[in-house]
């Protein structure tokens, strides 16, 4: 059975006056793992293990709950989520001042550690902070699972907001950086029009964008449509889409933050 036990390594770290503990396991090039709604559950800790096993893996509790949450407590983290002055769910182009607390935790991470550059992986609600994090020349893996922000409400459409601004967007275009990014073809929360988006601002060549088919699913996830790529949705089977999706995740931090190129 993978292990889904949380990292027993903790520290906290404050910067600009934002305050959280941050998660730490594991040895060799950095990577900053940030965690979805509704937190830190099983299934996230299974990937942050997995990943631990070859990289220093940090990640932050950006809900201040470090334990699993609990099924009635995810909607009040969701709630907490929706009027956080740290995380902007419904905003265009700004994401909050949480990036900035992780934009100064990445440069930690990447001073503790032996690589060539950081991995980050964002996933749903913090899909985004990954390209935005990525506006850093440490930050020479990006990945961004199912990019779930800004959400979209009825008569907005945000379906291809990527929370960024025309400059930062520049600026990430001028990056020459490749990201990585997942979702399912019926994903409700993470459309087609947002990967169209990334594909606009970085080039075809540079972002490297898996599609999954929704059967290929864990048909036991909470949600009612495909979501989760990397966690709940993921089918802990080696033969599964899923699983080897994974392994190329590792395969591209693995040539972007290895101390040699690999």
Not at 60 to 76: K, V, Y
Not at 148 to 161: C, K, T
Request: contains cysteine.
């Amino acid at each position: 059975m993978s292990n889904m036990q949380p990292f027993e390594d903790a520290e906290i770290f404050t910067d600009q006056g934002i305050t959280h503990s941050v998660f730490r396991k594991g040895s060799g090039p950095g990577v900053l793992l940030l965690h979805e709604l509704p937190g830190m559950t099983p299934e996230f800790w299974r990937l942050a293990n997995w990943l631990a096993e070859r990289f220093t893996v940090w990640t932050p509790d950006m809900f201040g709950r470090g334990q699993t949450p609990t099924r009635p407590e995810s909607g009040r983290l969701f709630l907490r989520a929706c009027i956080s002055r740290e995380i902007h769910l419904f905003a265009k182009h700004d994401p909050g001042p949480v990036t900035q607390w992780l934009r100064a935790l990445s440069v930690k991470l990447f001073e503790a550690t032996p690589g060539r550059g950081i991995g980050v992986i964002g996933m749903c609600m913090s899909g985004n902070f990954a390209l935005t994090l990525a506006l850093d020349p440490i930050v020479t893996a990006p990945v961004t699972s199912q990019p779930g922000l800004p959400a979209s409400v009825p008569l907005r459409n945000l379906d291809g907001g990527l929370q960024m601004t025309t400059e930062e967007k520049a600026a990430l275009a001028a990056r020459n950086v490749d990201v990585m990014g997942l979702r399912f073809a019926g994903d409700r929360l993470c459309k087609a029009a947002r990967f169209d988006a990334i594909r606009d601002v970085i080039g075809a060549q540079r972002f490297h964008e898996h599609v999954l088919p929704d059967e290929v699913r864990n048909p036991d996830g909470p949600l009612k449509y495909p979501h989760s790529v990397l966690t709940a949705d993921l089918v802990d089977e080696d033969d599964s889409l899923t699983k080897q999706k994974l392994g190329e995740v590792i395969s591209f931090l693995t040539s972007r933050i290895s101390p040699e190129p690999v």
